[in-house]
């Protein structure tokens, strides 16, 4: 054999000695393991254990539990399902399908009108072990009944203590014991690109089942304010936006943080399809609380009272008045005995801030009050004779 081939066949040897000695350790090893679990009364660990150190059955350890599954737990138990029956007014034909009356009579006689009773269904989420939960207001405002599922089967009948559609809020109250609770953060400390958690029960009643449905995504944005549509006045302030999935059934349910804490009420979406789009829109708790204590106490939230009418500051009366500009509103009258008239608030003047956020239209300057409670102290900023001056006044109540 010449020397280079006896050089291969002196390699080969090596790599099958060293085959020969890792299989030798790998039974020991097993040996020993095996050993010793009978000794101790267990059962021997499987392949899967012995490579891994980790269990056969599927159970990976604490990599599961994330932060959402742990907020999931712990609001989930205190998120309701709500069913409201309303009552709406509906119109139709004195005699539904007749062909010979729609053909020949329909232009003579007007539609009756009838009352009609439908379902409102959402969520909700209990925030205090006496049984209050909080929703939204076009969940339960106006409903004749209201009835609380929660997730492990316990049905109540709910009272309405108070409902505010300005503020799509409202504080049902069911008597029950041993009621879970879900614990309030605080949404002024909320971060955009953190964790948030929508839980609620989206198309509940077509699923028949009160567990909570968990959908889980990031704080979008803060401070968002929605104009309401139609002539109801409300505003949408300062609200919370979230690619979280919200859907039909979602209202009234609680978005939660990372913590497992409540910082908002699910509101709204903006869809084009009805469905989740990535846009949706939660109440802040921070605001949900003050409206809570207002319901509670006086089941409603009071308005309150500044005391003067205002109107559009134009060109041609900012030219008469020798402005600098058109921004701003003018006052065109106060109430006597008014918080404005108390402080000094004259017609003529022009506001053109509140609370250190210029207004420059009728618009700016209803969102900068909104929110406001009696008691509260606002910071006016006003124009007049060329001059800017500030007044503090305290709101009051609305004269009843």
């Avoid at 949900?288 to 060109?315: C, H, T």
């Amino acid at each position: 054999m010449k020397g280079g081939a006896l050089k291969y066949v002196f390699i080969a040897l090596l790599f099958v000695l060293a085959g020969v000695s890792v299989g030798l350790f790998v039974t020991v090893h097993t040996l020993r393991n095996l050993t010793a679990a009978n000794v101790a009364g267990a059962p021997a660990p499987t392949f899967v254990e012995r490579v891994t150190g980790r269990a056969g059955d599927g159970d990976v350890g604490d990599t599961r539990r994330t932060a959402i599954v742990s907020a999931a737990q712990r609001v989930g138990p205190a998120t309701v399902s709500i069913t409201a029956v309303k009552t709406r007014i509906v119109s139709g034909a004195p005699r539904p399908g007749d062909a010979f009356f729609d053909r020949f009579l329909r232009g003579y006689f007007p539609d009756w009108l009838r009352e009609e009773q439908y379902h409102s269904f959402g969520s909700g989420v209990i925030i205090d072990p006496d049984g209050y939960l909080l929703t939204n207001d076009h969940v339960v405002g106006r409903a004749n009944a209201v009835t609380v599922t929660l997730n492990d089967g316990r049905e109540y009948e709910g009272r309405v203590l108070g409902s505010d559609p300005r503020y799509d809020l409202a504080v049902v109250k069911v008597e029950g014991e041993n009621l879970p609770v879900a614990s309030l953060g605080d949404s002024d400390d909320v971060i955009v690109g953190e964790w948030a958690i929508a839980i609620g029960n989206p198309f509940g009643y077509l699923l028949n089942d009160p567990d909570p449905t968990v959908t889980a995504g990031v704080i979008s944005a803060l401070h968002r304010d929605v104009q309401g549509e139609g002539e109801s006045g409300a505003i949408y302030k300062d609200m919370i936006q979230t690619d979280a999935a919200i859907n039909p059934g979602n209202s009234g349910g609680p978005l939660v943080n990372s913590r497992g804490e409540v910082i908002g009420i699910s509101s709204f979406i903006f869809s084009s399809s009805g469905g989740s789009q990535g846009i949706g829109f939660a109440i802040p708790v921070n605001i949900a609380r003050q409206v809570i204590n207002e319901l509670i106490e006086y089941g409603r939230v009071r308005d309150v009272w500044v005391g003067i009418k205002v109107q559009p500051l134009s060109r041609a009366i900012a030219e008469r008045l020798r402005l600098p500009s058109a921004d701003g509103v003018l006052v065109s009258y106060v109430e006597d005995e008014s918080p404005a008239a108390r402080v000094g608030i004259s017609p003529g003047d022009v506001i053109v801030g509140v609370n250190g956020d210029a207004v420059t239209n009728i618009r700016q300057a209803r969102r900068a009050i909104f929110g406001s409670r009696v008691g509260d102290v606002i910071r006016l900023a006003v124009l007049r004779a060329g001059e800017t001056m500030y007044y503090d006044l305290e709101l009051e109540e609305v004269p009843r």
